[in-house]
């Protein structure tokens, strides 16, 4: 009977321990930091934009800075892209980078209107709020951008 009894105790405290432990977190709490890529119609997919998408999503796994992409679609001019230009800087996108031809002609050219964004183009001309990184191998120029902007923007 004692048997009995402490075992049915130990299975009661079991149970209340188990229900006082919170769940574990079901989603990851980002930085007021946000990192966006600018690609061609094909979006990541692009072999221009793939490596940068990678980088992007390694640093944001360190850093824990939110990370975003927007693929030009419609229309393939200079004009059209310039509309996800805009669209990306007033969101609130703190650092963004374009990969591929037509996205890099569209920060080069829409970037002077918002100059209180970082641009950063893979391959270009660097100009005032504009940075070029290697197009050949971003990968570490981009995880070093996001994580000094991230460490200056946070306290």
Not at 64 to 90: C, D, H, M, W
Request: net charge neutral; aromatic share 6%.
């Amino acid at each position: 009977m004692a048997a009995a009894v402490l075992v049915v105790a130990v299975v009661v405290a079991v149970l209340l321990w188990l229900r006082d432990t919170p769940p574990p977190p079901r989603e990851r709490a980002y930085l007021a930091y946000t990192a966006c890529l600018l690609t061609p119609s094909n979006g990541v997919a692009d072999p221009d934009a793939a490596p940068a998408w990678s980088a992007l999503q390694e640093v944001s796994l360190s850093t824990r800075a939110k990370v975003q992409y927007l693929a030009i679609s419609g229309p393939q001019t200079l004009e059209n892209a310039l509309t996800f230009v805009n669209s990306l800087a007033a969101s609130g996108c703190d650092l963004i980078f374009a990969a591929g031809p037509l996205p890099v002609q569209a920060v080069a050219k829409g970037a002077a209107t918002f100059p209180d964004r970082r641009f950063v183009t893979l391959g270009g001309t660097a100009a005032a709020n504009i940075s070029t990184v290697n197009a050949a191998a971003p990968h570490d120029e981009i995880v070093r951008l996001v994580a000094d902007g991230v460490r200056a923007a946070t306290p």
